[in-house]
């Protein structure tokens, strides 16, 4: 209720005349503001702010670097993950054309082998021809000689003769055969 | 209460009793002093002055005095407080490189005009210490001398001059009717401004919330209840109003002091 109150008797002051007592006390008050925020409380709150802000640069300057920490190990990992991919194909690589080496040799090992054994098979057979053609020119000629003996019944002793006349029979025989194969 | 008091205003008073309207005046600025020392006469509005300089220092001190890279709630509603006069007004007007100097300054003034108003709001206390001329005539005071000193500290003597007078060869035969003007519109025309604007403004806002109240209880009879609940309406809307040109003048005040100081500081005025 005090703004109701009102002292009788004082002058009603012009109100555009300051009061000198309210003008200093509004001085004092004023600078009791302005000295604690001042000297103490705004120079507190800037050295945290530029702390802060430094905390945040900082912050922002860490995560960069692991950013590109990270990214060197992601190039490194795809530069060793490129390179093992390499040295896969060269292996496969290597393997096929290794197993088709093999291939090769080995057929060309079994080609020589059925080529030998062809040869060896083809030379035996050759031989045992030659041992059982002059085994039954032998015995041809003993046979027809035999043979003519016994119809002409004269012997045949004359052994120069003999063996003339047998060889030019069986040559003959063999150019007929000759002839016809 | 001493016995030369009385009340200016009558509890028993209503309409229709053949009581008149006891309407606010000047008086409704006067008050009795509390105490007196010698010829000092300590009253109401210096006690709020005082108080409300506590109240802006404790304020500022549970927000900063210790003050942590993450900020509690009181120094986040500070630093938003501090920001706003900081980068607000300040370094929009006088600049971030000259401002700098001058933000302590600027938002102990913001912060103490504005509390200095927002007493008129605040229950029990009610009444803008500001709508007392005495009071922004200090601040206004300080501000003037903030600015003046600042000008001839920056420009030199002659050089001061040339800047509060607005010199410009340019102007030729006017340039002393030009300075003649910016003689008075700058020295002598803007203080007065500075701290009328803010206290007619407090002073206009406080008359009529007491003009409403007294309305309101002197209205309280018989058929006057309907005009005495109309009245308390508009104490609400004014109060509310206050409250939002409470900040609005404080933010002026502030403005004006930071545009003084940059016309100071800039080479050509």
Not at chain 2, 34 to 40: E, H, N
Not at chain 2, 61 to 90: H, N, S, T
Not at chain 2, 171 to 187: D, K, R, T
Request: hydrophobic fraction near 50%.
């Amino acid at each position: 209720m005090n703004a109701l109150l009102l002292a009788q008797g004082e002058e009603a002051q012009p109100p555009l005349i300051p009061h000198l007592d309210e003008l200093v006390i509004g001085l004092i008050a004023f600078v009791i503001v302005f000295g604690f925020l001042a000297k103490k409380l705004l120079p507190n709150i800037n050295k945290v702010l530029e702390e802060r802000r430094e905390a945040i640069e900082g912050g922002i300057e860490k995560a960069e670097s692991a950013q590109i920490e990270a990214q060197s190990v992601l190039e490194q990992y795809k530069a060793q993950l490129a390179e093992a991919r390499h040295e896969a194909a060269r292996l496969r690589q290597e393997a096929t054309e290794q197993g088709t080496a093999i291939i090769q040799e080995m057929k060309a090992e079994g080609q020589r082998q059925r080529e030998e054994i062809i040869a060896a098979g083809h030379a035996q057979i050759e031989a045992d021809r030659k041992a059982a053609s002059a085994a039954l020119r032998q015995d041809v000629g003993k046979l027809a000689t035999d043979l003519a003996a016994k119809l002409v019944g004269e012997s045949l002793e004359d052994h120069a003769r003999q063996s003339r006349t047998i060889d030019r029979f069986l040559d003959e025989l063999e150019e007929k055969a000759e002839a016809v194969r | 209460m001493s016995a030369d008091q009385t009340l200016a205003f009558d509890p028993d008073c209503h309409i229709f009793t053949g009581c008149g309207f006891p309407a606010p005046g000047l008086h409704t600025f006067m008050y009795e002093p509390i105490f007196t020392v010698g010829s000092f006469d300590f009253t109401k509005p210096m006690l709020l002055a005082i108080l409300g300089s506590i109240v802006v220092v404790g304020f500022f001190w549970a927000a900063f005095a210790k003050p942590k890279l993450i900020p509690g709630k009181m120094q986040m509603v500070g630093e938003a407080g501090y920001d706003f006069v900081r980068r607000g007004i300040v370094y929009e007007i006088i600049g971030k490189k000259d401002g700098q100097k001058y933000v302590p300054f600027m938002v102990s003034l913001f912060f103490f005009v504005w509390i200095m108003n927002l007493w008129s709001i605040v229950p029990l206390a009610q009444f803008p210490v500001t709508s007392l001329i005495a009071f922004p005539a200090a601040l206004a005071l300080i501000v003037y001398v903030t600015w003046v000193s600042l000008t001839f500290k920056k420009h030199g003597f002659v050089g001061g001059w040339k800047n509060i007078l607005g010199y410009d060869k340019s102007l030729g035969a006017i340039l002393p009717l030009i300075m003649l003007l910016e003689f008075f519109s700058n020295l002598i025309i803007r203080p007065f401004t500075h701290a009328v604007r803010l206290f007619a403004n407090m002073f206009a806002g406080h008359l009529l919330i007491v003009m409403f109240s007294l309305a309101t209880w002197y209205l309280m009879n018989g058929l006057g209840f309907v005009y005495a609940g109309a009245s308390f309406v508009m104490v609400i809307v004014m109060t509310a109003f206050e409250l939002f040109i409470q900040a609005v003048q404080a933010y002026v005040f502030v403005l004006l002091a930071c545009s003084y100081v940059q016309g100071a500081l800039a080479e050509h005025h």
